[in-house]
């Protein structure tokens, strides 16, 4: 199964006509619109970014908002934060295979959880990224989902604001949550 090229071309429209700083995705026979993210949510990213760079295996490079596309499933998807091979980052294209993707992050927008505890939470697997992070800032928690069995992932660690998670192989580290801050 593969995206409609009338649903991309839509897409496309869509980003000619909104604010540079919005995010547009794909899911299904849905298009999701997010407006910009607040210093709380950049803040919190940058914390979790800064730690995973310290752990990032060799070849790969972070990627903030890159559009992972998966045809097997039609699906674009555009995580916070994310890590690509080196080499799938100089081809000029617009879009990245899904499966590349060693991890994606996605800090909680206080006006749109559902997307990432639910669109994404199920879309992620489908797609073959094998580690989702969730960090919810109202939550106060940090979730990493693992082990993809099918169309879910198989484990969840979930861990408080405070406390530490740990990040598996390729990364291999304790995710310190003690310097994020709540909405």
């Not at 045809?71 to 091979?85: C, E, F, H, I, S």
């Not at 169309?151 to 192989?169: T, W």
Request: overall charge negative; hydrophobic content about 35%.
């Amino acid at each position: 199964m593969s995206i409609d090229p009338k649903h991309l071309e839509m897409i496309e429209e869509v980003r000619r006509q909104i604010p540079s700083d919005w995010k547009v995705e794909f899911s299904g026979d849905t298009i999701v619109m997010q407006a910009s993210p607040t210093d709380i949510h950049q803040r919190n990213l940058a914390i979790v970014q800064r730690q995973f760079e310290r752990h990032a295996p060799d070849g790969h490079l972070f990627s903030n908002n890159t559009d992972l596309y998966s045809p097997q499933v039609a699906k674009l998807r555009n995580p916070d934060l994310t890590y690509l091979p080196d080499e799938a980052m100089t081809t000029g294209r617009n879009t990245t295979p899904a499966d590349l993707a060693l991890i994606a992050v996605e800090v909680v927008s206080p006006s749109n959880p559902e997307n990432d505890w639910t669109g994404k939470l199920r879309d992620y697997p489908l797609m073959g990224i094998p580690l989702y992070l969730i960090v919810d800032a109202q939550q106060k928690t940090a979730t990493l989902f693992q082990e993809i069995d099918g169309n879910r992932y198989r484990m969840r660690e979930d861990a408080d604001f405070g406390q530490k998670i740990h990040v598996p192989a390729p990364f291999n580290f304790a995710l310190d949550t003690s310097e994020l801050l709540p909405y």
